[in-house]
């Protein structure tokens, strides 16, 4: 494996390439080290600068299992510290200095080293990232830069087969990376044809200068050992749309043919009549009602609450049976010159609030907007056809679509900025609303069918505030630029677009729910959890009893963010995650990365890594190839290993070694558990594997009864109560109709987690809570008098969940969980506990000292003291 140093001034930058970087290797799995910045002033703000001795340390630190470390810089003086570094460092692992440019290379680079790149043809993508870029934007020299990819000598032992590329962007970085994931093990080779040029798939850059668009076909050749397996492992990810959908494809499964957003032909119109519209209806959507929530996959976190802005549907084609009489036309000219100044100058607008990317994406559309070729293309046609202005705008938009088309390359993006640019002409021109992101600084709540690249990267700058699609997966487009934006998102919503605009939806990225005119109390909760609650790194309560606040996390991108919001470990490691859009298993290889970025940033400190739990709202299509009736009952989370034994011991194994390698304090778990029996040899594989603190996660009523059982078979507990409502309760919790019924406040769930909590302490071992419940800082106190030791969540909610702690002592938690242990009703558990809560606080001297007494027996974690950790 070869490593990577980042080297840049902005400790910022550093970061957020590093995250663009890792979204390209599904779950990291790669060695990367940011140095970056110069440290912090007196009060804490980042210096920038750059460090030769953070750099050293850098290298050094992934000299131990690197074989080499390719070092990228940003500009100046970085380049000067990481030569500097090359002295002062105490290893020997040999070290590349690249000049790649510092975004691109860092993509290209990770996904090489992800794909077991040596250090020459890692160092070599890197330096060869702007190829694509420079290909595209064209220039002389850039041909050279690029390394275009040019046909190569058939193989002669190669296996060959044709794909088609079926996902709307093509073959563009996201797609690219994962095939050359999928290759390791053999040499594949892609070719456009029919005569197109061919790349290796071990190089990022050579598949990006295909320029494979949407429809295209491509063979495929593999050779060499694992051919087969290898390339029936990338069709499957061309036929599966590389997980963005296949939409459009023109044999696509849904026959809507085509997404080049040609409209419908205008019906006839009558000469001289005003200019209208043409009438393409979009799609009949199902209005929705207030009060209902929306449930899809959340793929960034957060909860916000702002009125729905639909996304604009392109516009209709303007008429063409409209001729402007003779006298009429220079005025009609100039509709079209004021329309040219009114777009661009809304662009640049737009531009100027944009940040990087984005920015540099509607600076080029504000230049294409004021294009004096354009705007004398369509006056020619006003002048010489009488066309109308937008008619006029239209044809002069297809006639340089079509130009662009006939140079070839990659110019589906580059047309499709046109048509982005006719339509606004259109727009602005017949007055109609524009299309795509609405340029509005209020905050909203962006609804759409779906998004293309150019709307994602309108949003940043804007008032967009939660994205919530009807398509889309964990790896969507949507879902990249909401992460990157820091913005909740939930996709795959069916009927969101139906949700009227203007309306207040709810948006909560964390539990993938989107509620339509929540009421005022709801929207009062969610405006006061919007604010972020920083948090010190050390959850403890009034009386210094510590309770560990962890972080659920998915992949590498969330460790990182987790360890920068104080997490003090990782309570709930979701492994499916990282293995969402696999179609087979993944090979102990690959799960030793994807671990690795994990526990990587979690040097020295707690992750519970939890075992697949692939089925029900999860399924892995690897995993769980048979459609059941009662997914949630069936074959899910640890039943699985009954099936295929290989797959749990595969992974305990890639664990193991994940942990072997990295410093983190490992702990496994296994979901799903119902019997002591599968507590047992859960437990005993994960000890033969070498993990040897091994727990079960409580998630249906029957292991919460057994409880103490299972504690004498396994080290800790964690409590899943996401599914532990949803079984106590019989409502599925993907059912929104059902939703009060899967709330931890049921006195059921809460009588359950009381039976945990007493077990726990009967054997002085660890209780967690790692479902959505561990975010409630008003049930956070609860769940610890019921015996709870720690608390994993989502990591915005560490701040809110620890300041709610801090202000109650033991013995207010012990009186708040009694208080709700006799309750009837959820409103009854509710008003019990605040009750309880707001008496201890009142007769705060002599809860102290009861607290004391509480504390002594509820007994502590594992290692049996108070301000050890607990996990
Ligand atoms: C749970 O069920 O509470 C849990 C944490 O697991 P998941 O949400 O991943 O099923
Ligand atoms: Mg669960």
Redesign the pocket.
């Known amino acids: 494996m070869i490593g990577i140093v980042a080297v840049s001034h902005s400790a910022r930058l550093g970061e957020a390439a590093l995250e663009l970087a890792l979204q390209m290797v599904q779950g990291g799995g790669v060695r990367v080290r940011v140095a970056a910045g110069a440290g912090a002033d007196a009060d804490g703000a980042p210096i920038l600068g750059t460090d030769a001795v953070a750099v050293a340390t850098a290298i050094d630190d992934l000299a131990s299992d690197c074989d080499g470390v390719l070092v990228l810089m940003d500009l100046g003086s970085a380049v000067l510290s990481a030569e500097l570094a090359l002295e002062l460092r105490s290893s020997d692992v040999p070290v590349r200095l690249t000049p790649a440019p510092f975004v691109e290379g860092l993509l290209a680079a990770v996904v090489s080293a992800a794909a077991g790149g040596s250090l020459d043809l890692v160092a070599a993508e890197a330096s060869a990232a702007l190829g694509a870029k420079t290909g595209q934007l064209g220039g002389p020299e850039d041909a050279s830069a690029a390394g275009e990819a040019r046909p190569s000598e058939p193989q002669p032992d190669a296996v060959t087969r044709v794909v088609v590329v079926r996902n709307p962007l093509g073959i563009h970085a996201r797609p690219a990376a994962l095939i050359a994931e999928a290759s390791v093990g053999a040499d594949v080779r892609l070719r456009l044809l029919p005569d197109g040029p061919d790349a290796s798939a071990a190089s990022l850059s050579r598949m990006l200068i295909l320029g494979a668009a949407q429809g295209d076909d491509v063979e495929l050749s593999a050779s060499g050992a694992g051919a087969e397996a290898v390339l029936e492992r990338v069709a499957a990810l061309f036929d599966d749309g590389f997980g963005e959908g296949t939409e459009g494809t023109p044999d696509g499964a849904d026959g809507t043919g085509g997404t080049d957003g040609t409209a419908a032909a205008a019906p006839a119109g009558t000469p001289g009549t005003p200019v209208t519209r043409a009438a393409e209806q979009p799609p009949a959507v199902a209005p929705v009602l207030a009060g209902t929530v929306l449930r899809g996959r959340g793929v960034s976190g957060g909860r916000v609450a702002a009125p729905v802005v639909l996304l604009g549907s392109p516009v209709g084609e303007p008429d063409p049976d409209i001729v402007v009489p003779a006298a009429d036309r220079e005025r009609e000219v100039s509709v079209i010159e004021r329309a040219s100044v009114a777009v661009a100058d809304q662009l640049r607008g737009r531009a100027a609030r944009a940040t990087g990317e984005a920015r540099a994406i509607l600076d080029a559309s504000s230049l294409l907007a004021s294009d004096p070729e354009l705007v004398g293309e369509a006056s020619q046609r006003v002048r010489m056809q009488g066309r109308s202005a937008a008619r006029a705008v239209w044809e002069a938009a297809i006639a340089d679509e079509e130009r662009l088309a006939a140079l070839g390359g990659r110019t589906a993006e580059r047309a499709a900025d046109i048509r982005d640019i006719r339509d606004r002409f259109v727009a602005e021109i017949l007055d109609l609303v524009v299309p795509g992101v609405p340029d509005r600084d209020e905050p909203f709540t962006l609804i759409a069918t779906d998004l293309a690249p150019a709307d994602a990267a309108a949003l940043d700058g804007g008032g967009c505030v939660a994205l919530v699609t009807e398509k889309g997966g964990p790896t969507s487009h949507t879902a990249i630029i909401a992460r990157s934006l820091g913005i909740p998102a939930v996709v795959g919503v069916a009927g969101a677009t139906g949700i009227a605009a203007g309306i207040t939806v709810l948006v909560d990225g964390d539990r993938g729910t989107v509620e339509i005119a929540p009421d005022a109390a709801t929207l009062a909760a969610a405006e006061a959890a919007a604010v972020l609650v920083p948090f010190g790194g050390e959850g403890a309560l009034a009386d210094g009893r510590r309770i560990a606040l962890l972080a659920n996390v998915g992949g590498a991108a969330d460790a990182v963010a987790a360890v920068a919001s104080g997490a003090e470990g990782v309570g709930?490691f979701?492994t499916e995650f990282c293995f969402l859009d696999r179609v087979d298993a993944p090979t102990i290889d690959e799960q030793v990365a994807a671990y690795r970025g994990v526990l990587a940033p979690f040097r020295g400190r707690r992750v519970v890594v939890r075992t697949l739990?692939a089925g029900s709202?999860?399924p892995l299509p690897f995993a769980n190839a048979d459609v059941e009736d009662n997914p949630a009952l069936g074959v899910r989370g640890l039943r699985i290993a009954r099936r295929s034994p290989a797959l749990l011991d595969d992974q305990l194994r890639a664990l193991a070694c994940a942990a072997e390698a990295e410093s983190a304090v490992v702990e496994v778990m296994a979901?799903m558990v119902s019997t002591v029996e599968e507590a047992r040899a859960v437990a005993e594989s994960a000890r033969a594997a070498g993990l040897m603190t091994v727990g079960i996660?409580i998630?249906t009523p029957s292991a919460a009864l057994l409880a103490s059982e299972m504690l004498e078979v396994v080290d800790f507990v964690s409590i899943?109560?996401?599914?532990?409502a949803q079984y106590t309760l019989a409502a599925d919790r993907l059912l929104a109709e059902l939703g009060e019924l899967n709330d931890p406040w049921q006195p059921a769930v809460l009588r359950l987690i009381g039976a945990v909590g007493d077990a726990g302490r009967r054997w002085n071992l660890p209780v967690g809570v790692?479902?959505?419940a561990a975010a409630d800082p008003a049930l956070a106190p609860v769940l610890v008098g019921l015996g709870v030791t720690s608390l994993s969540m989502t990591p915005r909610a560490l701040g809110r969940v620890a300041a709610a702690l801090a202000a109650v002592t033991e013995a207010q938690c012990v009186a708040a969980a009694e208080a709700v242990l006799t309750a009837a009703t959820v409103a009854d558990a509710r008003s019990a506990a605040a009750e309880a809560l707001a008496a201890g606080a009142a007769g705060e001297t002599a809860a102290g000292v009861a607290g004391e007494t509480a504390a002594g027996a509820a007994g502590e974690t594992a290692a049996g003291t108070a301000d050890g950790p607990v996990v």
Not at 720 to 724: E, H, I, K, M, Y
């Open positions: 709930l979701r739990d709202d999860k979901p996660m998630e899943g109560t996401n599914d532990l790692c479902g959505e």
